[in-house]
C-alpha cells in the first residue's frame, strides 16, 4: 500500500493542525493504522494507532486528550487531528500500515511494513 501524508505546518504553541494520509493500492480496511514522529536526536516514536474499524484507539501518554486519530475507510484516509500543540511536538510525523487479522491497536514500528514520506510539524513558542 501506499501512503501519502500531508497537513504538516508551523503553528504557535496553543494552536492546532490536522494530519490526513491517504493510501492506495489494497484493501484500506484490512490494515491498522499509526502515526509515528522522528524529532531531530530522538528516535522515531509511536504517536496514535487505529484498529482497522476504527472503533479502538491508543495513544503515547503525552499526546492523550490533545491529540485524535480517525480514520474514513470509504476516503481511504487516515487523520491525526492536533489540538494545543506544543513547541515539543515539533517533528516529522510519518503515517503508517500494518496488515491485521483483527480488530486491534499496535504500537510498536516493527508491526508496521508501509510508511509515508513524512509531513513536518513545527510548533514554535
Known amino acids: 500500500v501506499q501512503l501519502q501524508a500531508s497537513g504538516g505546518g508551523l503553528v504557535q504553541a496553543g494552536g492546532y493542525l490536522r494530519l490526513s494520509c491517504v493510501a492506495s493500492g489494497r484493501t484500506f480496511s484490512n490494515y491498522a493504522l499509526a502515526w509515528f514522529r522522528h524529532s531531530p536526536g530522538k528516535e522515531r516514536e509511536f504517536v496514535a494507532t487505529?484498529?482497522?474499524?476504527?472503533?479502538?484507539?491508543y495513544y503515547t501518554d503525552s499526546v492523550k486528550g490533545r491529540f485524535t486519530i480517525t480514520r474514513d475507510n470509504a476516503r481511504n484516509t487516515v487523520y491525526l487531528q492536533m489540538n494545543s500543540l506544543k513547541p515539543e511536538d515539533t517533528a516529522i510525523y510519518y503515517c503508517?500500515?500494518?496488515?491485521?487479522?483483527?480488530?486491534?491497536?499496535?504500537?510498536?514500528?516493527?508491526?508496521?511494513?508501509?510508511w509515508g514520506q513524512g509531513t513536518q510539524v513545527t510548533v514554535s513558542s
Open positions: 487505529i484498529s482497522r474499524s476504527g472503533y479502538n484507539s
Open positions: 503508517a500500515a500494518a496488515a491485521a487479522y483483527d480488530d486491534g491497536t499496535y504500537s510498536h514500528r516493527d508491526h508496521y511494513s508501509f
